[in-house]
T-cell receptor, first 118, second 113 residues
Framework: DGGITQSPKYLFRKEGQNVTLSCEQN?????MYWYRQDPGQGLRLIYY???????QKGDIAEGYSVSREKKESFPLTVTSAQKNPTAFYLC?????????????????FGEGSRLTVL | SQELEQSPQSLIVQEGKNLTINCTSS?????LYWYKQKYGEGLIFLMM?????EEKSHEKITAKLDEKKQQSSLHITASQPSHAGIYLC?????????????FGQGTILTVHP
């Protein structure tokens, strides 16, 4: 079945360590996104990518890095520079269309990865 | 950047009551999306609105986008405990930020049986 797979579901990290969250999709979607969610809050955009080998910063990119070497994959690295990394991380993807200026399809989300810094 | 303001931030209703959640932007909403989330899980797509004045319904949930495309509302009729969760509106940024999709801060809905 097609979908988005995030791993791991739960991750514990010591302060000062980098950690990489995996996101894979087999929906043939062009764009992929990473969001961060804190308890009781909405989603904040970290990074997004519309094509392979290209990505843009979202609203809270500091302390994070991404790569888009393959269309199917968009891993997120939470670096030691991220001061408050404990959060729920959500990956999403969608098709992009320029048929209607500014309008495109809905996001499909993974199940999320919960990162806890000890 | 596109900023979306949701209201109320939280809502507690008795089962069977109607309710409305609002999503407002200072900029034109090119594509407006409503999602529902159970805590700690992924998001479930509800509806997408694109045109000014557009209205869509699914089961007991109706979403509208105003004519100016700066405000959307989500209305639930005869709420049930299964409607409980976090409701989020998201919107596409146009122009040079094509492809960027940001969300509001969410509305936490509790439905008491």
């Amino acid at each position: 079945d097609g979908g988005i797979t995030q791993s791991p579901k739960y991750l514990f990290r010591k302060e000062g360590q980098n950690v990489t969250l995996s996101c894979e999709q087999n929906l043939n979607h062009d764009a992929m996104y990473w969001y961060r969610q804190d308890p009781g809050q909405g989603l904040r955009l970290i990074y997004y990518s519309q094509i392979v080998n290209d990505f843009q910063k979202g609203d809270i990119a500091e302390g994070y890095s991404v790569s888009r070497e393959k269309k199917e994959s968009f891993p997120l690295t939470v670096t030691s520079a991220q001061k408050n990394p404990t959060a729920f991380y959500l990956c999403a993807s969608r098709k992009l269309s320029r048929r209607l200026a500014g309008n495109t399809g809905e996001l499909f989300f993974g199940e999320g990865s919960r990162l806890t810094v000890l | 950047s596109q900023e979306l303001e949701q209201s109320p931030q939280s809502l507690i209703v008795q089962e069977g009551k109607n309710l409305t959640i609002n999503c407002t932007s200072s900029k034109t909403l090119y594509g407006l999306y409503w999602y529902k989330q159970k805590y700690g899980e992924g998001l479930i797509f509800l509806m997408m609105l694109q045109k000014g004045g557009e209205e869509k319904s699914h089961e007991k949930i109706t979403a509208k986008l105003d004519e100016k495309k700066q405000q959307s509302s989500l209305h639930i009729t005869a709420s049930q405990p299964s409607h409980a969760g976090i409701y989020l509106c998201g919107a596409d940024a146009g122009g040079t930020s094509y492809g960027k999709l940001t969300f509001g801060q969410g509305t936490i809905l509790t439905v008491h049986p």
